[in-house]
Structures are given as structure tokens and as C-alpha cells.
């Protein structure tokens, strides 16, 4: 058998933590067996089903490197499947048509509140031996309701939770098509997952109840029902349902923030999964340790500083080709040309030990790729005093005599003016950190000007100085 999961997201909003995990638990589980990972658009619900929210989902699933193996499949594309199915049910005794008015349904559910029992259709059109039918109303469009076994049990072998075992007694029959001929949700997922040869479902557990439901479905139609997977909810790190302030973001939101795609991979897997005591897997060992055995049945809790942790250790040691491109886009998306500075690997190399995310590090490299514009008011004041602007001068006379402009030249340079003067690295280091870079944190000083190079830091420098006379004279 070839395995083949699906992710089938509703179009109402964007790709959710929630959905991206569920997206990657399918990926993963497919791909280790060798399997196919298909992509289902469930857009069924006009009203609120947008084509923003359904490229939100292509982009968020682009940007994790999910990737379909075959178009994606839209269900408003497939009603004339739908309606050939519930044509074959209605033939074959498996459907029946109700003629219910919205207002023999509420006063029917309003009496089984009075006499406590559970609120449910009453089966008052569904055809049986020897029972004679209400007279068919006119003016009245009927839905289609599946005829649910009356009796026996829906045993789910559920691949996370265990077994989990219903009554048909409890289960009620299902409206399978609106009375204006539209299917409903249930039915469609059950034609779906059926036509695309879905081996396993994995979904969140709030669609338990639905899952006895189709699989009676499927058994109708003489379908062998997959294999089901529910993964238990995340919560916030308080335990509390997760929400924005726990980090319940749409994925691109994560981007933004400085996430690599591989980082939150990893940081969702281990939502819930475990392989021993490792923490961070490269995308290939998912695929290999990738089981059900080690998913937890308990929700998993969202705790944003060990995102940050993940991110960090893949931005110490991933490929520059992989961060060279997320670099970019973060540099453009705040306005800087990546070819007005020093080359993108370059900077990583300088900032990747000291920032958490690509956003912290565009940040601290803007000063890189742009003119100055001034300076923090805080690390100025401190460093860039009349003494400061001194050692600013003779330094850059010494600076501009360097034969060579290299990390090397530049630390010798700079640490023997520092001799030279009797003073501590730290002394000179400061002022010209702020003078170059327009605040007081930057990389090792060498590095930084062998990155800024030489005509921007002399020019820095001299601007530095004449600031530092400028204000002299404002307050003389």
C-alpha cells in the first residue's frame, strides 16, 4: 500500500500554527513511507472562504517547504462528483430525502430539551420497513440525510489517541446536501479522501466526533476507510488556550519576525513528538525518526522563547544558502539594497553568534548597507565626548594609510593605536563603533570596517568628529 496524507485547510483566514504542524505531521508521515503528500483546498463555505486566505496558505506552505505532489484540489471544483455520489446513495437506499421545515426541527429539538434528552433529528423521513412516510409538503426543498447505521459501533483505531469506540445509537442522520442541492462538509471531506486515495488522516482531535460519521460514510459507499491520526490541541505556555499573546500567528508572521523556515519546521515537530532527548533534527531526519509511537495524546504547550532557542541554533550553523536569501528578503523589506554594502554571507558570518532572529540581524547590519542618519542618543553621549573625537582623528590618519583593508591589517592597527595611547581596546573600540555604526554593538571592531570598508568608515569617522564639534560649538 502507498501511503498518501493530505492537508486540507478551510480558506477562511491564514496558515495557523495549528494547521502548519498538522501540515508537517502529514509531510513527514508520507514521506518517510515512501508516500505521496497531497494538498486539498476546502473552500466549500463561500462566505467566508477568500482568494487572500487561500494564497496566505500556498505562501505559508511554499515558505515551510511543504510542498503537494500533485496540483492542489479545490472542492468547489467537484460538485458535479458530489452530487453523482449522493444520486448513487439516494439509489441505493444509503440517503433519503427530508422534508423538515426549519420549524418542525426547532419545536422537535426545543421538546427533547424539555424532556432532557439529547437534541437530535428524529428520523421521522428516513424510510424503514412497514413505516408509512409523513405526505410530501409542497413547496418545501428537501435536504438529503445519510441513513446511519441504527445499531452496532464505529471503531476507531486511532494511531495517537488508541481505540475510541461509538455508539451508532448516538449518532444521528447526517444532512449530506442542503436543501438548495449544496453538500455539507462531512460528506465532501468523506468523497475527498475517498476519490484521492487517502491512506491516513491526521488531523486536530476537535474533528473526532466528525470521524465515526464519515467512516460510516465511506462504508456506504463501499470504501475502505483510511487510517485516522488526531493530534491533540496546543496550548499557550500557561496552559490556557493558545492565543496571539502565547504566539498563535499566521506563519508568514513568523517570518517577519526573523524565523528561518527550517527553524519553525523543527520547532513544530517537536509540538508534540519526541526522538529521545534531541532537540533539533535537520529536515531529512524528520522524514527518517518520524512516527506515531512517539506523539504525544496530550496537548502540547507553545512556549515562545524556545522558538527563539531553535532559531538561533540553526542560525549559528545553517548553510549561507539557506540564509543568504531570508537575509535578503528582510534587508529589501526594510527598504535597504543588499548590493549597496558587503556581501550578504559575509555579515552573517559576523552576526550570526549574537542574534536570535534575521529581523535582529537586519537590524543590527542596516548600518551596513545605508548612510547614517545619526546616532544613539544614549551611546553617544557616553562615547562620542571632545576626548573621544580626538582619538576619532588620529586614528583615522592611521586608518588611511593601511596598505591592505583587511580584518587582519585593521586589528593590528587599531589595537596598536590603542597601545600606543595606554588604553584598553575597549577605550577605543567604543567611539568607533559609534561613529561607524551609529551605536555601541557591532561585530569584533575589525570585522566591522572590513565590512564597511574604507571609504565609508574614513567618512564616518571625519563625520563623527566634526558631530562631536558641532555640538562643542552649540554650547559654547
Known amino acids: 500500500m502507498t501511503v498518501v496524507t493530505r492537508f486540507a485547510p478551510s480558506p477562511t483566514g491564514f496558515l495557523h500554527i495549528g494547521g502548519a504542524r498538522t501540515a508537517l505531521f502529514s509531510y513527514l508521515y508520507a514521506k518517510r513511507h515512501g508516500g505521496r503528500f497531497l494538498l486539498r483546498i476546502e473552500d466549500t463555505d463561500r462566505e467566508r472562504s477568500t482568494q487572500e486566505a487561500v494564497d496566505a496558505i500556498f505562501e505559508g506552505m511554499a515558505w515551510l517547504g511543504l510542498k503537494s505532489d500533485v496540483e492542489p484540489i479545490y472542492q468547489t471544483q467537484r460538485f458535479d462528483r458530489y452530487r453523482e455520489v449522493i444520486a448513487q446513495m439516494l439509489a441505493a437506499g444509503t440517503a433519503y430525502r427530508c422534508y423538515c421545515s426549519k420549524e418542525e426541527l426547532e419545536q422537535m429539538r426545543n421538546e427533547q430539551i424539555a424532556r432532557k434528552e439529547k437534541p437530535r433529528y428524529d428520523g421521522r423521513w428516513r424510510p424503514e420497513p412497514g413505516k408509512r412516510l409523513p405526505p410530501v409538503p409542497e413547496g418545501v426543498q428537501p435536504v438529503v440525510r445519510f441513513r446511519n447505521p441504527a445499531d452496532g459501533q464505529v471503531v476507531i483505531p486511532d494511531l495517537i489517541k488508541g481505540e475510541i469506540v461509538f455508539d451508532n445509537a448516538e449518532l444521528d442522520d447526517l444532512i449530506i446536501a442542503r436543501a438548495d442541492g449544496t453538500p455539507t462538509y462531512n460528506f465532501c471531506v468523506v468523497v475527498d479522501d475517498w476519490d484521492m486515495g487517502i491512506t491516513h488522516v491526521i488531523r486536530g482531535d476537535d474533528h473526532v466526533n466528525n470521524t465515526p460519521r464519515q467512516i460510516n460514510i465511506l462504508k456506504a459507499l463501499g470504501a475502505t476507510p483510511p487510517q485516522y491520526a488526531h493530534v491533540s490541541m496546543i496550548l499557550g505556555a500557561d496552559g490556557t488556550k493558545l492565543s496571539k499573546r502565547h504566539g498563535a500567528l499566521g506563519v508568514m508572521e513568523y517570518r517577519a519576525m526573523g524565523f528561518l523556515p527550517e527553524a519553525m519546521l523543527n520547532y513544530l515537530v517537536r509540538l508534540g513528538w519526541s526522538h529521545g532527548d534531541q532537540e533539533l533534527f535537520t529536515r531529512q531526519e524528520m522524514i527518517e525518526k518520524f512516527d506515531f509511537d512517539h506523539v504525544s495524546a496530550s496537548p502540547a504547550r507553545f512556549d515562545m522563547e524556545k522558538a527563539y532557542w531553535v532559531n538561533h541554533q ?24 543588499p548590493a549597496q554594502g558587503p556581501r550578504l554571507e559575509d555579515v552573517i558570518l559576523a552576526q550570526r553568534e549574537r542574534c536570535r532572529t534575521l529581523l535582529e540581524m537586519a537590524e543590527k547590519s542596516h548600518f551596513f548597507y545605508a548612510d547614517l542618519t545619526g546616532y544613539n542618543e544614549k551611546d553617544a553621549a557616553k562615547h562620542l565626548t571632545a576626548d573621544a573625537a580626538e582619538l576619532l582623528e588620529a586614528l583615522a590618519s592611521v586608518l588611511a594609510g593601511l596598505p591592505a583593508w583587511t580584518a587582519e591589517a585593521l586589528h593590528a ?54 558631530h562631536v564639534h558641532g555640538k562643542s560649538r552649540a554650547n559654547s
Do not use: C
Not at 314 to 337: C, I, N, Q, S
Not at 433 to 450: C, F, K, N, Y
Open 314 to 337: 540553526y542560525l549559528k550553523t545553517a548553510p549561507l544558502d539557506v540564509v543568504v536569501p531570508e537575509f535578503d528578503w528582510h534587508l529589501r523589506r526594510m527598504g535597504l539594497d
Open 413 to 466: 592597527a587599531v589595537n596598536g593605536f590603542a597601545e600606543s595611547r595606554g588604553l584598553g581596546l575597549g577605550k577605543v573600540a567604543q567611539p568607533i563603533r559609534v561613529a561607524v555604526a551609529g551605536m555601541a554593538v557591532s561585530p569584533p571592531i575589525d570585522q566591522t570596517l572590513a565590512l564597511l570598508g574604507r571609504t565609508r568608515t574614513l567618512a564616518r569617522l571625519t563625520a563623527a568628529v566634526e
